[in-house]
């Protein structure tokens, strides 16, 4: 599948090596790619039956625990979207020459994701961009209940192992296209969050949303799953 040169400039990691890969950087939808292929071979080989059914049946996929793990992969791949933020993206605005991030400034120069402005990054934490921005695309896009949706979304922007109070995400609400970027990265977000799925292969079709069975111990499965993939995803060489 090609991706559009305006998402492949968005990152997600740089090189630990500075002085031999001072430039170098892990594309976010390369990243994505990363987190859900892992969180689909931990479904494949390393969960029981039983923790497999007790997450497919908020989709009502108990019966069809290949199609339930292909939609928990997608939706664990999904953990950074909050990385596809000015924030994050354009943190090295203020940063100087020498710092590697600054270099990585200079690809959103000239582009419709420039901004003049934004939030500093450690004000807007990724994982709470994803929870905030995800639900509206779940919902949208692809008719996911909306409380499903939110749910799904806090639980999956708490990767890092904190969950973002309700009184966080409106601050960073407010802030508006200082922390959460205009259309474009709107755009961006979305396309991410298709071409994901397209690459999965994932079915949305037939679902049978079940709320209740998204319960306290079945989040907190789930959120750990992530939280583990995301850790084993990360370990790329170099990066």
Not at 129 to 156: C, D, F, G, N, W
Not at 189 to 199: A, D, F, S, T, Y
């Amino acid at each position: 599948m090609k991706i559009d040169s305006s998402l492949a400039r968005l990152w997600a990691k740089t090189s630990h090596d500075k002085e031999n890969l001072g430039n170098a950087f892990h594309p976010l939808i390369c990243h994505m790619i990363d987190v859900a292929s892992v969180a689909e071979a931990m479904w494949d080989s390393s969960l029981p039956d039983v923790t497999k059914r007790r997450l497919a049946r908020p989709f009502g996929l108990e019966n069809d625990l290949k199609k339930a793990g292909r939609i928990i992969a997608w939706l664990a791949g999904l953990h950074d979207l909050g990385k596809c933020s000015p924030p994050f993206a354009l943190r090295g605005m203020h940063k100087p020459e020498t710092d590697q991030t600054r270099r990585l400034y200079d690809l959103y120069v000239n582009t419709e994701l420039h901004c003049d402005r934004c939030e500093a990054a450690a004000n807007v934490p990724h994982g709470f961009v994803t929870s905030l921005t995800l639900p509206e695309i779940l919902q949208s896009e692809y008719q996911m209940p909306p409380q499903m949706a939110r749910a799904l979304s806090e639980l999956i922007g708490g990767h890092h192992g904190i969950f973002a109070k309700a009184t966080t995400l409106q601050t960073i609400q407010r802030s508006g296209d200082l922390s959460l970027g205009g259309a474009a990265w709107a755009k961006a977000r979305k396309e991410h969050v298709r071409i994901l799925k397209e690459i999965l292969g994932v079915d949305l079709s037939e679902l049978s949303y079940d709320q209740s069975a998204l319960d306290r111990a079945t989040g907190m499965i789930f959120a750990g799953m992530v939280s583990v993939a995301d850790w084993i995803g990360s370990g790329v060489a170099g990066f």
